[in-house]
Nanobody, 123 residues
Framework: QVQLVESGGGLVQAGGSLRLSCAVS????????MSWYRQAPGFQRELVAT???????NYKDSVKGRFTISRDNAKNEVTLQMNSLKPEDTNVYYC?????????????????WGQGTQVTVSS
């Protein structure tokens, strides 16, 4: 059973920091892209940051310089370090990962999502 489990959300004052983690468990052949998304009620889910298997990263413009995505391939984990948080960063944050699950088709990846973790930034 494949699972993505997020942790690290919570309540923080503006200017503070939080670190989100996402652990991938289960029978996995390999992991390609890993990403963090966020979604506020009534809005579409939006991409915050992504990191590929080689370590290249991309960020949403509004979080550049404040958020850092990283991954630990040995632990199958992705983290999002969020600094200088703003009230507009308040959202439910979701991790996802493109996973190869079948050794007979190691180049086929499917996207899996975590359950989400709430981040609330007070002004």
């Amino acid at each position: 059973q494949v699972q993505l489990v997020e942790s690290g959300g919570g309540l923080v004052q503006a200017g503070g920091s939080l670190r989100l983690s996402c652990a991938v468990s289960g029978s996995i052949i390999s992991i390609n892209r890993m990403s963090w998304y966020r979604q506020a009620p009534g809005f579409q889910r939006e991409l915050v940051a992504t990191i590929n298997s080689g370590g290249s990263t991309n960020y949403k413009d509004s979080v550049k310089g404040r958020f850092t995505i990283s991954r630990d391939n040995a632990k199958n984990e992705v983290t999002l370090q969020m600094n200088s948080l703003k009230p507009e960063d308040t959202n439910v944050y979701y991790c996802n990962a493109d996973l190869a699950l079948d050794s007979r088709s190691p180049q086929i990846f499917t996207r899996w999502w975590g359950q989400g973790t709430q981040v609330t930034v007070s002004s």
